[in-house]
């Protein structure tokens, strides 16, 4: 169970996504929010320009129709980690749509929730379970397996986004993701060094494990036909030692230090980076600017960068309407803003745009997977628009917004780096 554990942290590093106190331009801002008061309903008192706008009503409407059944597949609890907050997302999504949206033409959204456990074969039986129920779509979580996917693929039903943390999420041609996972992650921290801090020598950290492993070295080729040499510095799926994996990046005299960890990793190898004196810009993912590890870390986390996968800009109306969702809903599931759910909130949130616009008598399965896989800048609530032609990342053609932005920490405060990369771009 440790390489699992050690895995389903590492795999959730590319897409969760670091919580901002600053704005795009650097200063800090707070949510610009109308204030939803008890008993105020989220439409009454959100702003306009969110991507929701145009499927908004103008008083909370409760959809009491036959309910639309919709499936999310997510490893909620098990030994080998576990990701409530991601179901916990989608049931907040579905009760706003359900309560103040109308559903889907007064028709509700009823939704089939599996957990896999961190089992293979649990995530199998999750999959089937969706085929049986007939259900329109499949909300993915985080499944480290990825095995349902293929009896998900064989039956057309949709997998959309989540966070992909397999090889099967970011292959299928039903599966349809909204995040660049940690192939995402590497790119983008790597196109940062080497074109704007124009690194010549890079260091990268990574597990040894299947998609980790693959995502490091994709980004290793990328890097190096950018004129950069890249040291690469494995550390076993196995009671992962970052201390001495630190050193080994260090002991390369890299020019930059990226390194895919997260969750119980970030605090030893951020520490270590301090203790030893490396003076290089130092990158993780978003995983780890956490706020609970960053408040245990003090200074040793000042100035680290990191991946990001939303607009950090809080007074934005998408970030606006999130939180005031959250306020009103989360209290009941438990759920808080701050944490891995946004990917799985707004994969939701993107879902329903479609079947809104396919309307109630025309949703099926099929209709579903042909609106993403024709979808071109269509946008994604908080996130970059997403194309979904199979091209955006070449080799994971369920890739439809890879693109990345970078932050960094300073003084206790996370504040926008950069616009958007292109990580597709950068990597052909």
Not at 58 to 80: H, L, M, R, Y
Not at 85 to 112: C, M, Q, R, Y
Not at 215 to 222: D, G
Not at 361 to 389: E, L, V, W
Request: include cysteine; charged fraction near 10%.
């Amino acid at each position: 169970m440790a390489i699992v554990l050690t895995t389903s942290a590492m795999l959730l590093a590319g897409c969760s996504e670091a919580t901002s106190a600053g704005s795009g331009s650097g200063t800090t801002s707070t949510v610009t929010s109308t204030s939803c008061g008890a008993g105020t309903s989220v439409v009454a008192c959100t702003p306009s320009g969110s991507m929701l706008s145009p499927y908004m009503t103008k008083t909370a409407t409760k959809a009491t129709g036959s309910p639309i059944v919709i499936g999310t597949i997510n490893q909620d609890s098990g030994a080998a980690g576990a990701f409530p907050e991601l179901t916990e997302a989608d049931k907040v999504a579905v009760d706003f749509v359900n309560s103040e949206l109308n559903g889907i033409d007064g028709h509700p959204l009823e939704l089939l929730t599996c957990n896999t456990n961190g089992d293979p074969e649990l995530s199998q039986s999750c999959a089937q379970e969706m085929v049986t129920k007939h259900v329109m779509a499949v909300v993915g979580g985080i499944d480290i397996w990825g095995t349902g996917i293929q009896t998900l693929t064989n039956n057309g039903i949709p997998y959309v986004g989540g966070v992909p943390v397999s090889t099967e999420s970011v292959q299928s041609k039903v599966s349809f993701q909204f995040s660049g996972g940690t192939w995402g992650a590497a790119l983008g921290l790597g196109e940062y060094a080497i074109r704007t801090l124009h690194a010549r020598k890079i260091a990268m950290i990574y597990i040894d494990f299947g998609p980790i492993a693959n995502s490091a070295k994709l980004a290793a080729s990328v890097f190096e036909r950018h004129g950069a040499h890249v040291t690469l510095v494995s550390v076993s799926a196995i009671n992962p030692d970052l201390v001495t994996a630190m050193n080994q990046a260090a002991q390369s005299s890299p020019d930059a230090v990226i390194a895919l960890t997260a969750d119980t990793g970030c605090k030893p190898a951020m520490l270590t980076a301090k203790q030893i004196g490396i003076k290089v810009p130092l990158m993780y993912t978003g995983a780890c600017a956490a706020t609970d590890i960053l408040n245990s870390l003090g200074s040793a986390a000042n100035n680290s960068i990191f991946n990001v996968e939303a607009d950090l800009n809080r007074s934005s109306p998408d970030n606006v309407l999130y939180h005031d969702i959250v306020d009103h809903y989360g209290p009941k599931y438990g759920y808080q803003w701050q944490s891995a759910g946004t990917v799985s909130f707004r994969s939701l949130i993107n879902l329903y745009v479609v079947m809104r616009r396919l309307g109630v008598d025309k949703i099926t399965p099929t209709a579903i997977a042909g609106m993403f896989r024709s979808a071109k800048d269509q946008p994604s609530f908080f996130g970059h628009p997403y194309t979904c032609n199979g091209h955006q990342l070449n080799g994971y053609p369920a890739m439809c917004s890879p693109q990345q932005s970078l932050a960094v920490y300073k003084n206790g405060s996370i504040k926008q780096l950069t616009g958007w990369i292109d990580v597709g771009s950068f990597a052909r």
